[in-house]
């Protein structure tokens, strides 16, 4: 047996997140409630520190905190704490360059370029796409364009999945679609830009279809390399009215503009966008800015 035992615990220290950044209340039930978080934080903490036996190294794993976390400023005092920041821009491009150098591949710029934008700081899933591409290259230099067909698909389906949200008014769904998008860190400008393009495609192939052009040459038009990517769009199309897309493209466009004038924030935008295109009621307003585009 090893002379050592390994406990990995995830999220403890994030179930007092909300707690560390409450504000003072004045009430007896404010003060009830914080002395009853300290009486937990005390308690944890004379555990970590003396109840955990030699024999055990105990690792507590989070997301995202606060350095104003109760139980975090308690244990930090007394543990080592190690930050693995995810690699963005510059340092995600030069990963996943390295990532495919050690597995004796190739890659052209602009393929990194694209896997970045399309994959975000997702490092399991990152990892996941570099070995498709490995597999489906085969040995020659891995192309942007074979970042579009073996990548972009799977993006394609939480796109896909997002549109059909929005446009049957399933606001709930559409807010999971693109937390989970958020968290798989998906840039909101590519999110935003990724909407603008399916909602064009689909009205383009709404169109094609009432002028009776084949699947084949509206695919070729369209310029799709995937027949999956068509038969989706296609399936859109015949199910969502024209009226319908063009109000929504008309607001993806005035949040386009509201994020490049700096008038909101992109994430702030999407949100708001999605809620307000989902929403039956309409009461919310997309952000908009004042011009033309």
């Given at each position: 047996?090893?002379?050592?035992?390994?406990?990995?615990?995830?999220?403890?220290?994030?179930?007092?997140?909300?707690?560390?950044?409450?504000?003072?209340?004045?009430?007896?039930?404010?003060?009830?409630?914080?002395?009853?978080?300290?009486?937990e934080?005390t308690?944890?903490?004379?555990?970590?520190?003396?109840?955990?036996?030699?024999?055990?190294?105990?690792?507590?794993?989070?997301?995202?905190?606060?350095?104003?976390n109760?139980?975090?400023?308690?244990?930090?005092?007394?543990?080592?704490?190690?930050?693995?920041?995810?690699?963005?821009?510059?340092?995600?491009?030069?990963?996943?360059?390295?990532?495919?150098t050690?597995?004796?591949?190739?890659?052209?710029?602009?393929?990194?370029?694209?896997?970045?934008?399309?994959?975000?700081?997702?490092?399991?899933?990152?990892?996941?796409?570099?070995?498709?591409?490995l597999?489906?290259?085969?040995?020659?230099?891995?192309?942007?364009?074979?970042?579009?067909?073996?990548?972009?698909?799977?993006?394609?389906?939480?796109?896909?999945?997002?549109?059909?949200?929005?446009?049957?008014f399933?606001g709930e769904?559409?807010?999971?679609?693109?937390?989970?998008?958020f968290?798989?860190?998906?840039?909101?400008?590519?999110?935003?830009?990724?909407?603008s393009?399916?909602?064009?495609?689909?009205?383009?192939?709404?169109?094609?279809?009432?002028?009776?052009?084949?699947?084949?040459?509206?695919?070729m038009?369209?310029g799709?390399?995937?027949?999956?990517?068509?038969?989706?769009?296609l399936?859109?199309?015949?199910?969502?009215?024209?009226?319908?897309?063009?109000?929504?493209?008309?607001?993806?466009?005035?949040?386009?503009?509201?994020?490049?004038?700096?008038?909101?924030?992109?994430?702030?935008?999407l949100?708001?966008?999605?809620?307000?295109?989902?929403?039956k009621?309409?009461?919310?307003n997309?952000?908009?800015?004042?011009?033309?585009?």
């Open positions: 047996m090893s002379p050592k035992r390994l406990v990995i615990v995830n999220g403890l220290i994030g179930r007092f997140e909300s707690q560390g950044k409450s504000r003072r209340s004045k009430s007896t039930t404010g003060r009830t409630k914080k002395s009853a978080v300290q009486d934080v308690a944890f903490t004379d555990f970590l520190t003396a109840g955990v036996p030699d024999s055990t190294i105990l690792v507590l794993v989070e997301g995202i905190i606060s350095g104003e109760p139980l975090f400023k308690a244990v930090s005092k007394k543990a080592v704490v190690k930050n693995f920041p995810l690699p963005k821009d510059a340092d995600l491009q030069e990963w996943i360059k390295k990532k495919v050690e597995e004796h591949g190739t890659i052209v710029p602009k393929a990194v370029s694209l896997l970045a934008r399309i994959v975000g700081s997702d490092m399991w899933a990152m990892a996941n796409e570099v070995n498709k591409l597999l489906y290259s085969d040995g020659r230099t891995i192309t942007e364009e074979d970042v579009a067909l073996i990548v972009a698909s799977s993006q394609h389906t939480s796109v896909f999945d997002l549109v059909d949200s929005i446009l049957e399933r769904q559409a807010q999971k679609i693109l937390q989970d998008q968290f798989a860190g998906v840039a909101p400008v590519y999110l935003l830009f990724m909407l393009r399916q909602v064009q495609l689909i009205v383009r192939a709404s169109e094609m279809k009432k002028n009776r052009v084949n699947n084949r040459d509206i695919q038009k369209l799709m390399r995937s027949e999956w990517v068509l038969r989706k769009t399936d859109q199309a015949e199910r969502y009215s024209l009226q319908r897309l063009r109000d929504v493209y008309q607001k993806i466009l005035q949040t386009d503009i509201a994020i490049k004038t700096g008038s909101f924030a992109p994430e702030l935008a949100n708001i966008l999605v809620a307000e295109l989902s929403s009621s309409g009461k919310r997309v952000p908009a800015a004042t011009g033309r585009r």
